[in-house]
């Protein structure tokens, strides 16, 4: 059997990058598919028999060894989202997640035009997402790349693909398929980078009008990834360093109406960032805090946060709350990727032609790819400081996927240290054979119903 670097050598020899992309992305999912299927029974927990129970309307004993398939991606906190997506938001834990809003737009949809709406179809509506999703985000990502790397040499082109590829086989396993807000903010958030990449060459190239209509298209995809994920809000540092960058040049070399203009829709899409963020407070606070004739703890907060009480008073979630003896393994779990980020990060960070504060937002500096990849390595390292002393630390292994640099510097690494393109390859296919025997493993562990989730 060829090994997986000399596949990838076969892929690339094609002229069509988004038909191999295409091609490999299908494989794979039908791969992790059977492999999700294929394990046998409700697994160890069988909560997801709950679901099964509410859809056939029979007892619990009768369906205990038979599920649907779609059911068997209604796992862990699966089963909050398609509960959720169907039956709105009934318990106060359940504000912790915002995926299944949108699931939930989805099954009403549905539900309108007279089909099923039962878990069965929140699932299976679910993990149909997750595919397209995933799908549309390996080629963001890819247009991402070219926007970082250009795509006029074999090596760029190379690059792109071989980061859009590896995105294909990430660690996220089986929740980038299962109905997990993962695909989606993945998908929102890296086509939010492209698009806001994008505005920068569009103002290098003079299209003002149009850099602007990206610049607030970028924050609104911003704005839902957040709505998905909570950790989208850290894409907002991207409009806070532009703001910066040209408040600065309007301190040192006075205003102008092109910087006025720049720096208005700069602070209007950040606005529209937080948003994502403020909005869901809002109505937690009328229905917990404003009609409730009990209001929760919370509500007398300076800063009344539904999502911060219900993640530390339920989750256990809080800074260096889950530093404790019994978590190590899964520290040491979440390590290699851990180091990765961050390794990824530092990389980005010292990246040549960042543009600086002195540079007065200098357009030929803004596209340089140095720029591009420190603007994007700061939400990426935030987010791995969070996940090590805030988080519970495992689920770096599956929402780290929707951020591209790590992608980048192991094949950016590859390359540049080695200049046979033979070792290249195989050195990134011993890395990727890492990634898709964690996600094959994970995928046998999430069908079951076994940690690590």
Request: charged share 10%; net charge positive; proline share 6%.
């Amino acid at each position: 059997m060829p090994s997986i670097g000399r596949c990838s050598a076969a892929l690339l020899r094609l002229d069509n990058p988004g038909r191999s992309l295409t091609l490999a992305f299908w494989l794979w999912k039908a791969l992790l598919f059977v492999v999700v299927v294929a394990c046998p029974g409700p697994g160890y927990d069988t909560s997801t028999t709950l679901l099964s129970n509410e859809h056939t309307g029979v007892s619990p004993d009768s369906s205990a060894n038979a599920l649907p398939l779609t059911f068997k991606f209604a796992r862990w906190d699966a089963i909050y989202f398609v509960h959720t997506a169907q039956h709105g938001y009934i318990f106060e834990q359940e504000w912790a997640f915002s995926y299944p809003r949108v699931l939930g737009l989805f099954l009403s949809g549905i539900r309108q035009s007279g089909g099923l709406s039962g878990p069965l179809t929140a699932a299976l509506i679910g993990v149909v997402l997750s595919h397209v999703a995933h799908y549309l985000s390996v080629l963001a990502l890819y247009g991402l790349s070219t926007n970082v790397f250009g795509h006029a040499t074999a090596t760029q082109r190379l690059v792109c693909f071989l980061s859009a590829a590896l995105h294909i086989i990430n660690p996220a396993g089986a929740f980038l398929s299962a109905p997990y807000g993962e695909s989606i903010f993945s998908f929102l958030n890296i086509s939010g980078f492209y698009l806001y990449t994008s505005s920068l060459i569009a103002d290098h190239n003079g299209a003002v009008r149009f850099r602007d209509i990206l610049v607030l298209t970028a924050a609104v995809l911003f704005a839902l990834a957040t709505l998905v994920r909570s950790n989208g809000i850290l894409s907002g540092f991207l409009f806070a360093y532009d703001a910066s960058i040209l408040a600065w040049s309007t301190i040192t070399q006075g205003p102008s109406s092109r910087s006025i203009r720049r720096l208005a829709v700069i602070v209007l899409g950040g606005s529209i960032v937080a948003l994502g963020m403020i909005v869901p407070q809002i109505f937690a606070y009328r229905n917990y805090c404003t009609l409730a004739a009990n209001p929760r703890p919370w509500c007398s907060w300076t800063v009344p946060s539904i999502y911060t009480f219900v993640q530390g008073h339920y989750w256990n979630v809080g800074f260096l709350r889950y530093w404790t003896i019994s978590n190590i393994p899964l520290f040491l779990l979440a390590a290699p990727l851990l180091v990765i980020l961050c390794r990824s990060s530092w990389w980005a960070l010292q990246a040549p032609s960042a543009l600086a504060p002195g540079s007065g937002g200098n357009s030929a500096s803004a596209v340089s790819p140095g720029s591009m990849l420190f603007r994007l390595a700061v939400p990426q390292g935030l987010l791995a400081i969070m996940a090590l002393t805030s988080y519970h630390v495992q689920i770096i292994n599956r929402i780290s996927s929707g951020y591209p640099l790590w992608y980048w510097w192991l094949v950016s690494t590859a390359m540049d240290s080695l200049q046979d393109p033979r070792k290249t390859l195989n050195l990134l296919s011993v890395a990727a054979q890492a990634m898709a025997g964690y996600a094959l493993i994970q995928g046998v562990l999430f069908g079951s119903f076994l940690p690590p989730a």
